[in-house]
T-cell receptor, first 114, second 112 residues
Framework: AQSVTQLGSHVSVSEGALVLLRCNYS??????LFWYVQYPNQGLQLLLK??????LVKGINGFEAEFKKSETSFHLTKPSAHMSDAAEYFC????????????FGTGTRLTIIP | KAGVTQTPRYLIKTRGQQVTLSCSPI?????VSWYQQTPGQGLQFLFE???????NKGNFPGRFSGRQFSNSRSEMNVSTLELGDSALYLC???????????FGSGTRLTVV
């Protein structure tokens, strides 16, 4: 079975500071990993994904994540936080390598302090 | 191009009633998946359809069902509503051979 653990349900950073959102996964097969963002009263938007190949993945809005198999981690980072980054972020793993039956983490709410 | 469209956006129903939610995927996307989002349980997979066939199903009771039409539009139905069915229901579509969904804005169902 696959699972995702997001450490920290709430994270606050100052505008301009580094954003680090943590995600650890458990998967019995090589994982396909995703980060999604959800703004209030909206659906989820795909930020980035790791399928195969390069372990450092760049996404939209300046975010990136690094797949570390030895640490079973896929942490999301952004060098400089912007007020518009305030949202909820979800890490997800696919058990089949595709889009089927994503298992999501419980989410991390990011607050940006002006 | 148009995104994933879910209707209605908001719905209030009474316990015991049934409800049908609709989802129109992005043009050309033949895979449609449904997720339930609640504060307590988070995001949980309901089912996935591809070319009118259910390919995967999550761990939900039989009261939850869905279908997909030949134009890839999908509906999900919940019968005999319970208070615990109150949630944001999200539909997502994807293009065959790619990874990652495009989600709709969801239907917020409130059961009273």
């Amino acid at each position: 079975a696959q699972s995702v653990t997001q450490l920290g349900s709430h994270v606050s950073v100052s505008e301009g500071a580094l954003v680090l959102l943590r995600c650890n996964y458990s998967s019995s097969v090589p994982p396909y990993l995703f980060w999604y963002v959800q703004y209030p009263n909206q659906g989820l938007q795909l930020l980035l994904k790791y399928t195969t190949g390069a372990t450092l993945v760049k996404g939209i809005n300046g975010f990136e994540a690094e797949f570390k198999k030895s640490e079973t981690s896929f942490h999301l980072t952004k060098p400089s936080a912007h007020m518009s980054d305030a949202a909820e972020y979800f890490c997800a793993v696919s058990p089949t390598g595709g889009n089927e039956k994503l298992t999501f983490g419980t989410g991390t709410r990011l607050t940006i302090i002006p | 191009k148009a995104g994933v469209t879910q209707t209605p956006r908001y719905l209030i129903k009474t316990r015991g009633q049934q409800v049908t939610l609709s989802c129109s995927p992005i043009s050309g996307h033949r895979s449609v998946s449904w997720y339930q989002q609640t504060p307590g349980q988070g995001l949980q997979f309901l089912f996935e359809y591809f070319s009118e066939t259910q390919r995967n199903k999550g761990n939900f009771p039989g009261r939850f069902s869905g279908r997909q039409f030949s134009n890839s539009r999908s509906e999900m139905n919940v019968s005999t509503l319970e208070l615990g069915d109150s949630a944001l229901y999200l539909c997502a579509s994807s293009l065959a051979g790619t990874y990652g969904y495009t989600f709709g804005s969801g239907t917020r169902l409130t059961v009273v």
